[in-house]
């Protein structure tokens, strides 16, 4: 009995499946946190106004070539089976429009061969945040602003982003600066700088049908050269066929789209497609007054205790005046008559150009993202027709409860993310006081928290069972630097034991319990080669500090688990393929115990696939098959456990330690 090489996937119903007829479930990892960034130079932590954005490499991004049998070894020896293969818009096309960095995509599809000659199934994400480096996150190139007219070197000083290396003072030792809090970049969605790029690339056609750039409109010329970088990167990897498909990218921003032009919301329960938080309450009319100079002066939320929002004061922001659209340039949303400037400021003309489309509700899913969705698949089927496309909206849409779009392409996987978001934004693990950020739930302990977990990504299973299709949640984590990097201190003061791992552990451990139990697919977040055990560098972006491996964990080098943060919250026995369909499947942590239910079906001629990890079993454990007739071998190189039946039969799996 083998374990074949990787091949493509089919969906069948909301479940995936091999070319043997197997199901497969994908636990995966992202590779990895600073693909986002130039190598070797571009992290977050190195300050830079980004001059020289049309000459950097991403060539090194997830590690150099002669470290990938090291990671990807490291990777396949924990399990996991699926990389979520992370590369940029920036990446591909930073150069300019049309011009490809040929290094870069002959490198990207050495690393995507190589992870299929390690047993691993591959899907490309074109990853972005906050629309790009020159915004305070990554993706897009920095010549799509110059594009459209705006100057992102004045970005920071007009308000319009928050950029990490234009925000802190590199010559203060303190890396917890006022000037820039902890996951503060996400709060870019909501300012100026995106939301005038984002709302282009949604409506251009409508909000600004005059704009024309290359005698296309704003928003063609954008989602077009994105397309093409996807396509190129498309063409490279082709003929690979552990690459399932595409990512169709990675939490896009909303823009203004299902905003009114100068009305303040306020209540939560309004229809926009972002909720509520704490900070400024920008309105699509603020942006583009902050984007043409002028000061302006907006409440501010702050999170009560019970979770609620409360307006607490007023600031004012842009107070220096200062104009981010480039010398000469008008803004295209003036030129539209959208607004309208005067002594007194902007004035609305046309207040509901971003939410009303010919007397109804403009709907982000169906009329933006559904063509998008159709794009991406056009594109990348073009080259590959069985390429499974990985849909995915904005950050914001489980908790506005939006559906994806009625009509969508074949053959498509439910690729939401999924945290929580306490433990994300306060980086504390701390179940007996925990309350769910959004609905302000609390919970008393660790069974409590798994039950919120489980009820959460229930509701993704949910929405995928409702269009037949699966689920693979494509982000999920913890930081690892809990509690101001209390693990990391003690790793410096001699404490290597597990145990000060222990919180990260009991984390991740309802986080997959609750995965196991829906029987969904899974890609955390994330695998960095550089990381550093440094609140600086972290992942060496916006000083998130999420990776499950950092190389100033290596104790010993000859051991291939070191180097691991919390290895057994995250390195835990699953089906990897079912001969037939797997029904149920529970690991405890406590006493090590897996158990599995398959429907066997004898008519597929390749054996189940369960990952039995050395560091918890060893060489010596006990395997119970409650059905004589299946035959298993164990292969403690791959550390995988192969059963094979022989007739149809609901079969249960227990594997206990000895």
Known sequence: ???????????????????????????????????????????????????????????????????????????????????????TWEAVEHAGPGIYDTDYLDYFAEVARRAGDHGFHVFVDFHQDVWSRMS?????????????????????????????????????????????????????????????????????????????????????????????AVEQVAIRVAEMPHVIGFDT????????????????ITDPRHSAPVPLKPGPLWTPLDCLAAAQGLPVTLPVLARAPDGTMTLAEESEFNPKGVRIWAEGVACPFEKAGIYTLDEAGARPVAEHIFDRRDARSLSLSNDCYAPFFKEVARTIRRHRDDWIVFAEMDPFAAVKRRDYPHEMPERWVNAAHWYDIAILYTKRFSPQTSRDIVSGEPDDDLAGLGRRYLRQLSSYAAQSAARSVPTLIGEFGIPYDLDEGRAYRDWQEGRTDPSIWDDHRAALALMYDAIDTLRIHSTQWNYTASN???????DGWNQEDLSIFSRDQIVDPADPDSGARALGGFSRPFVQSAQGALMHMRFDAGTNAFAATIDVDPAIDAPTIIYLPRHIYGDRFNVEVDDASVDWVYDEATQHLSLLGRVAHRVTIIITAC
């Open 249 to 264: 990218l990675n939490e896009p921003g909303t823009g203004w789209v299902g905003m009114p032009l100068s009305h303040r």
């Open 532 to 538: 550093r055990n440094d609140a600086w560098v972290g």
């Open 136 to 228: 305070g996150g990554s993706g897009a190139p920095g010549w799509t602003f110059e594009a459209v007219g705006l100057d992102f070197r004045r970005f920071q000083a007009a308000d319009a982003a928050i950029v990490m290396q234009a925000a802190v003072d590199f010559g203060d030792p303190n890396p917890h600066q006022a000037s820039y809090p902890q996951m503060v970049w996400s709060s870019n969605y909501q300012l100026p700088a995106n939301g005038i790029m984002w709302t282009l690339f949604w409506l251009g056609h409508e909000a600004t049908p005059d704009f024309l750039i290359e005698g296309v409109n704003v928003q063609d010329f954008l989602q077009r050269h994105y397309l093409g």
């Open 1 to 87: 009995m083998t374990n074949d090489e990787p091949g493509p996937l089919y969906i069948d119903g909301t479940r995936l499946r091999d070319r043997h007829g197997r199901e497969v479930i994908l636990r995966g990892v992202n590779l990895g946190g600073d693909s986002k960034l130039p190598y070797p130079d571009g992290g977050t932590h190195i300050p830079t106004d980004f001059a020289d954005h049309r000459e950097v490499s991403f060539v090194g991004r997830p590690f150099p070539l002669d470290e990938a049998d090291e990671h990807f070894g490291r990777l396949a020896r924990w399990g996991f089976n699926c990389l979520r293969l992370l590369t």
